[in-house]
């Protein structure tokens, strides 16, 4: 079964810092490109990062650039959002997903983890 | 990058067909992709590449695009559909993804 799991996610200062985590299982990792997409209490979803298989290509939403970084390590099977200088606004459930795509360009996302939560309050 | 714009709400009642548009500024040649909500669940795919459906997936759920104007139509609605609904397509232009933002569909 393909399986993405979050972890990281909780109470930060403004200004502060945290590292979110995301575990994959069930199919070969190495191979797909991977995004982070959030949630705000009540909101719509907001797409915050892409990264590709190998890392080579990453891009950021225009809100978190500057910000926020993505990483993964393949050999782990994991993803990894590291956020910086974080911001009230920046409050959300935090979700990974797997990216699908049949040129391999732009695509999907499925599945997706059940989300971390980040919340960032003083 | 683009601007995907979705009504708040959709009602309709069981055994009706739901339409939910997604309208936008120029994205007639991107693909669209259909994602589905229910409250305290994570997203899930429902229509992609603008017309197909993942398995698992009822036929009843569709998708059609025609220049900057997406509908997912979900025939013969059930109570077990309400949800939120929300389009996607990637801005080839920019590199990013945009999602529209959501339609809530009540079954009445």
């Known amino acids: 079964e393909v399986q993405l799991v979050e972890s990281g996610g909780g109470l930060v200062k403004p200004g502060g810092s945290l590292r979110l985590s995301c575990g994959a299982s069930?199919?070969?990792?190495?191979?797909?490109?991977m995004v982070w997409v959030r949630q705000a209490p009540g909101k719509g979803l907001e797409w915050v990062s892409f990264l590709s298989s190998s890392s080579r290509y990453k891009y950021y939403a225009d809100s978190v650039k500057g910000r926020f970084s993505i990483s993964r390590d393949n050999a782990e099977d994991s993803l990894y959002l590291q956020m910086n200088s974080l911001r009230v606004e920046d409050t959300a459930v935090y979700y990974c997903a797997r990216v699908r795509s049949i040129t391999g360009i732009g695509g999907w996302f499925d599945p997706w983890g059940q989300g971390t939560l980040v919340t960032v309050s003083s | 990058s683009y601007v995907l714009t979705q009504p708040p709400s959709v009602s309709v009642a069981p055994g009706q067909t739901a339409r939910i548009p997604c309208g936008g500024n120029n994205f007639g040649s991107e693909t669209v992709h259909w994602y589905q909500q229910k409250p305290g669940q994570a997203p899930v795919v429902v229509v992609y590449?603008?017309?197909d459906r993942p398995s698992g997936i009822p036929e009843r759920f569709s998708g059609s695009h025609s220049g900057n104007a997406a509908t997912l139509t979900i025939s013969r609605v059930e109570a077990g559909d309400e949800a939120d609904y929300y389009c996607q397509v990637w801005d080839s232009r920019s590199d990013h993804w945009v999602f529209g933002g959501g339609t809530k569909l009540t079954v009445l």
């Open positions: 069930g199919f070969t990792f190495s191979t797909y490109s």
């Open positions: 590449d603008d017309n």
